[in-house]
């Protein structure tokens, strides 16, 4: 596992077995960005290299090079995709350049970064690009990628309280990332929802969440019709995990809520053969729910957080759940179904009627929900919806924040009538255009009040970003991302 830790030493730089440095745009092509603890003589042999390469200081361009004069090692520079002034104050382009350097570190032994990481954040933000940047996940291979295990930043003052705490922070939100991408990258045959239930409950036995886990007899006799309805067609029943982080400092109380369908078949509606090749990653908003809640807990952050993992298999077997059937949910509503591969609003409806009878301040639902969502932003961008544009704002930026993508959507009067059944309360699907609200309005019916109004509440479809299909970028490596868990950090300790 790779560790960064903070030098001022002023040989590091000149003794590093691969020596870090961000570039940034200019008229003469990429040119070093202010380096921290590096010679003129060595910044001034990079620009020339860089300059006879054509180099162009792109975000995720990568030059190594060799020979550099005052410098024992290689000499990686990596392209902030900025302008000099930019990429001083862009954190966010430093951690997505710390992120590149580290994935093209593997077989390395140690690296120094000399970023101008002069202040708390910015040493932070490239911690995290780092730790993130390095994931692999090599459990089903002989041979796995080996990252870099040695991360020095060069600082002015390594003791210096601010940045050493900025590290120990960022080493927290990263680690709880790539746990949630471990999650996600799991084949299915072995994460299931009893065994993802188990997983949780060891991981976090030793820290200060309290785990329970209603099992499917217990969901029956609560009619968790959601859980219960999508479980019916798989061996492996559905399972509801609790997770409780109660600090007595306590400023406010949040709810989160993570869908998590550990293998995604359509059930009797069944997805063609190339629509299920991902479908492990349909559990990725569980996934962020439980590294979240463990990382706030290790950062000690001062707001009371209960989160609902909702775990099921949606599958077809002999007694899966067919169309037009009608559940009933915990908190009463009767539903038709209508198509079984809009599985996970289901699920999350049981788990709303959980968070909303705690009366917290503030729910978070958090999925990899709709196809819909893709289709509107692309594959790096979540959608948000909220019963209150203030809070779903004050979200939004906080992913600014930690350089997660997220855009806003409406929720639009006109299609909550596509939600209405003839037999039941509701029917779980809506018009097919406009897909993504229509899914975040029979989520809103679940939502609870509170002092006779309703809990305000924030819907996350992560269906695009949860799973990276294509290559990787900046900290983003391919497959299971982790997305939302610094996001959901930033929010509780806003």
């Known amino acids: 596992m790779t560790t960064v830790n903070l030098s001022d030493k002023a040989t590091a730089a000149s003794k590093a077995d691969v020596l870090v440095v961000l570039t940034a745009k200019s008229k003469d092509g990429a040119r070093v960005v202010d380096p921290q603890g590096v010679s003129a003589e060595t910044v001034k042999a990079v620009n020339a290299a860089l300059g ?15 020979g550099i004069a005052g410098t024992e090692g290689l000499v990686l520079a990596v392209g902030s995709g900025q302008e000099r002034d930019d990429a001083l104050t862009d954190i966010g382009a430093q951690r997505d350049a710390a992120g590149s350097a580290a994935r093209a570190l593997t077989d390395v032994e140690s690296a120094v970064f000399a970023f ?4 708390a954040e910015a040493v932070g933000a490239v911690t995290e690009g780092v730790l993130l940047g390095a994931y692999v996940y090599g459990e089903y291979k002989k041979e796995p990628t080996k990252p870099v295990d040695d991360v020095k930043i060069l600082v002015a003052d390594a003791k210096e309280k601010g940045l050493t705490q900025a590290v120990a922070d960022a080493t927290i939100r990263a680690n709880a990332q790539n746990w ?72 406010r109380h949040i709810s989160i809520v993570g869908k998590g369908i550990t293998f995604d078949s359509g059930g009797l509606c069944i997805k063609p053969a190339n629509g299920m090749v991902t479908m492990k990653c349909d559990m990725a908003g569980a996934a962020a729910v439980a590294a979240f809640v463990e990382a706030a807990a290790e950062l000690e952050l001062p707001v009371a957080i209960t989160g609902y993992l909702c775990l099921a298999e949606n599958m077809t077997g002999a007694d899966a759940q067919r169309p037009g059937d009608v559940i009933r949910m915990h ?5 038709e179904i209508d198509n079984t591969d ?8 049981d788990g709303l009627c959980y968070a909303s009878a705690e009366e917290p301040d503030l729910i978070i639902d958090i999925a990899t929900l709709t196809g819909a969502a893709v289709l509107a932003l692309g594959n790096r961008t979540a959608a948000v919806v909220g019963n209150n544009d203030e809070v779903r704002d004050d979200v939004i930026s906080a992913s600014d924040r930690v350089g997660e993508h997220m855009w806003p959507m409406p929720l639009l009067d006109h299609l909550r009538p596509s939600i209405n059944s003839e037999v039941a309360d509701l029917k779980h699907t809506g018009e097919r255009m406009g897909g993504l609200i229509t899914a975040a309005m029979f989520l809103k019916e679940f939502v609870g009040e509170k002092n006779g109004e309703q809990i305000d509440w924030v819907h996350l479809d992560i269906a695009a970003p ?8 900046g900290f983003t490596p391919k497959g299971g991302t982790g997305f939302a868990v610094r996001t959901l950090l930033e929010v509780a300790a806003s």
């Open 116 to 119: 101008p990481a002069s202040h």
């Open 52 to 66: 006879t390469l054509k180099a162009k200081a792109g975000a995720d361009e990568v030059v190594r090079l060799a």
């Open 180 to 251: 949630a991408r471990d999650l996600v990258n799991m084949p299915p045959l072995d994460l299931y929802p009893g065994s993802f239930a188990e997983i949780v409950r060891k991981r976090l036995a030793s820290s200060k969440v309290k785990v329970a886990v209603m099992d499917e007899k217990a969901l029956a006799k609560a009619e968790c019709g959601g859980l219960i309805g999508v479980g019916r067609g798989s061996a492996r029943p559905p399972r509801l995990v609790t997770l409780t982080y109660k600090p007595n400092n306590a400023k």
């Open 466 to 473: 949860a799973f990276n299909e294509g290559g990787a970028y």
């Open 331 to 335: 908190d009463g509503t009767t539903v």
């Open 342 to 349: 809009a599985e996970g609003r289901l699920v999350m409806a």
